[in-house]
Each structure stands twice: as C-alpha cells, then as structure tokens.
C-alpha cells in the first residue's frame, strides 16, 4: 500500500494533477514531502496505528499549503480506518467521536465565513477524509468482535459438550462397575467358600455338595454375565432381552442365599412389612434388590454363624431396605472382600436421593452389622 501510493502519487504529481492553486507553498515538487510522509505511515497502520495517525493528520495539515496530491488524503483515509480497526478500544470509541465533531465544527465554522454553499461542500468533504472512513472501520471492528465472540463461545460450547460427555463416560463405566460387582460377587463368593471347604475337609460327601453349589453358582454368574454383555452390545442377534430384577425376585434370592450359606451356619429370612407390596419404579426397584444381594453377599464372607434378616417396609413414600447379620467370627472359610459393595449401594441410593447406613448395632444379644436404605418412591427417577 505504501509503495502503491507514493508511486501513484507520483504519476499523479508528474501529469500535473493537484487539487488546489494558489497555495503558500505552490512549488510542484514540494507537494511530494506529505506524500512521501503518508507512505511512510502506511507502515505503520498496524503496528503504531494512533501514532500513525497522528503525524498523517499534521502531513494531511502540511499537504493543505501545497498544490495537494490525491494519493496522500487516500493514504489519510486508510491510516483513519486501521486506526478504528487495529488500535485500543479506547480510541475505536473516541476517533469517531472526534472526527463527528471535528466535521460539525469545520462546517459551521466556513458557513459562519463564506455564509455560501461552498462551505458545505468543504464540510462534506472533511466528513467524507475523517468521519467516514472512522465509521467504516468502526463497523468492521464490531462485525471481526462479533465473529471472534461468536468462536469462543463455540470453544466454550464445544469444550462443555467434551465435558459432559466425558462425565457421561465416567458415569456409564461407574454404572457398569457396580452392575458387574453385584451381579457376580454374590456367586463367586459362595464358589470361593465351597471351594476352599472342599479342599481344607476330605469328606467325599462335602466335596461332592460343594461341587454342586459351585457349579450352580458359575452357571448362574455366567448367565448374568451373559445377561450383562447382551445389554452392553446392541444388535446381538442370539441374545433374548432381559428385565432387570425386581423386588418380586427375592424369594428365588434369598433362596439361593439359603443354599450358598448352609455350610457356613447361616440362615436368611425376609419379612415384607409392606401394606401394598405393588410394583414401584424400576430403579428403585434394581437399587433395592441389589442392596439386599450384596448385603447378603457381604454376610457370605464375614458374618459369625447365625440368622441373616431382610425387612422390607414402606412408609411416608419412601422404601425402606434392612439387612442385619450376627457381627463377629466365625470359623471355616472366608471370602475375601475389599468394601467395593458398601461403595456401589452407598452410590445407587445417592443417585436416588435415599439415606443410607451400614454399621454394627449393639443390643441386648451379640452384635449385629446392620445394612439400612431408604429410598424415596414418588420420584423413583436418578438425579440430575
């Protein structure tokens, strides 16, 4: 732009073309200092725009008092508008401002002179070498602020959308995990006891019954399991869809309990106190008959000989889920845990707003570890 200028600038001085006569300073050749001056800021548009505008405004001033070149006040409109466009925001809301100004006062002022229309179309004209190009940049400011505002917020979006998708993911997996857990600790705890009792007693018939709840235990495990991948892989072809389980299966559970914890001096009842014992939301439904599995797996591995009792009662709209076990030693084998089942079914009845406790209850005979949920089945839905 710089080089364009001064050499257009020059043919334009070469031809004779100026734009005014008569001037104090009315040599040719002097009308090319403004020139090369104003090429020289071009330079600077960029990276000194106000500075740059500054010492154009005092050429454009020196430019008056000469023939005048066309090229320099072109040159003045250009380093207006990168004024407006690169400088502060301080000077893109005050240069508009001044040069409205500036325009109003040159006009009154010639009309108060000449009192023609000539001073309008000098008023005309300085609007058109200040104020104008001051608006243009102005304009172009706003549309570049508007479209870097707009992809910001397009990052912003977009860099929230990643975040909830990864705490999506981290939900899902968590989901996923205490799915897993609760549907298999249970058997692989009642195979890890008989397995071991098989092989610490040489008693064919011991063995020969151990073997079988083992084997019923990896059966059912493999189908939960079985169960648990259909879910997970969409399309499979030869798995049939399954429910999930409900409070109406827990007679087949703690049955299954029944048998798992024979060898180990354990007896499960369940007393429903529930006045209507209807269907309830299915999550509240999965969370309470995950609770009592895993209670009654955690029983399985650490609790003394003795009866295990699950209480079912609903009162106020909320569900309540008891499961206590005798506290203290017993002898045979143990299944190792490692708490994974307290953290899921705390998990589960935070999700659905419930209270949750787990801890030794001391009464009038041995202590008791004691597994206490309510949940809440109005809403019956997970939070938010």
């Known amino acids: 732009m710089a080089v364009i200028g001064l050499l257009g600038g020059t043919v334009l001085s070469l031809l004779g073309l100026h734009m005014q006569n008569g001037r104090l300073l009315d040599a040719p050749w002097l009308a090319l200092v403004p020139l090369v001056v104003m090429s020289g800021l071009e330079l600077l548009r960029r990276s000194a725009p106000q500075t740059a505008l500054v010492i154009g405004t005092l050429a454009l001033i020196a430019d008056q008092f000469t023939r005048g070149n066309l090229a320099t006040v072109l040159m003045f409109t250009d380093l207006m508008y990168a004024a407006v466009l690169y400088g502060t925001p301080a000077a893109a809301r005050r240069i508009p401002v001044t040069t409205f100004l500036i325009t109003v006062g040159v006009t009154v002022g010639f009309l108060t002179w000449f009192r023609n ?54 939900a899902e997996r968590a989901r996923m995990a205490r799915e897993l857990h609760d549907m298999v600790a249970n058997h692989l705890s009642a195979i890890a006891i008989h397995s071991t009792a098989a092989l610490s007693i040489d008693d064919p018939e011991t063995s020969r ?39 109406g299966s827990l007679d087949a559970l703690i049955e299954q309990h029944r048998t798992n914890a024979a060898s180990s001096g354990l007896t499960c009842t369940l007393d429903d106190t ?111």
Do not use: C
């Open 274 to 384: 529930r006045t209507d014992p209807g269907r309830l939301p299915a999550p509240v439904e999965l969370a309470a008959y995950r609770i009592v599995q895993e209670s009654l797996t955690n029983a399985l591995k650490h609790a003394a000989p003795g009866p295990v009792t699950v209480r079912l009662g609903q009162t106020g709209g909320r569900l309540t889920v008891e499961v206590g076990s005798v506290l203290g030693d017993r002898p045979g084998p143990r299944a190792p845990g490692s708490g994974a089942g307290l953290i899921g079914m705390r998990e589960r009845v935070a999700l659905l707003g419930g209270e949750f406790e787990a801890g030794p209850v001391s009464g009038d005979g041995p202590g008791v570890w004691q597994v206490r949920a309510q949940l809440p089945v109005e809403e019956g839905r997970v939070k938010e």
């Open 209 to 247: 019954d151990a073997l079988g709840v083992i084997r019923e235990n990896s059966v059912d495990g493999l189908a939960e399991m079985r169960r648990l991948i259909g879910l997970l892989r969409t399309g499979a072809a030869d798995l049939e869809p399954s429910s999930s389980p409900t409070l």
């Open 117 to 170: 229309a000539e001073a309008l179309l000098i008023g005309i004209v300085t609007g058109l070498v200040s104020f104008v190009p001051a608006l243009t940049g102005v304009s172009v400011r706003n549309h570049r602020d508007a479209a870097e505002t707009a992809r910001l917020r397009a990052d912003q979006t977009a860099l929230l959308a990643e975040m909830d998708r990864a705490q999506a993911v981290t």
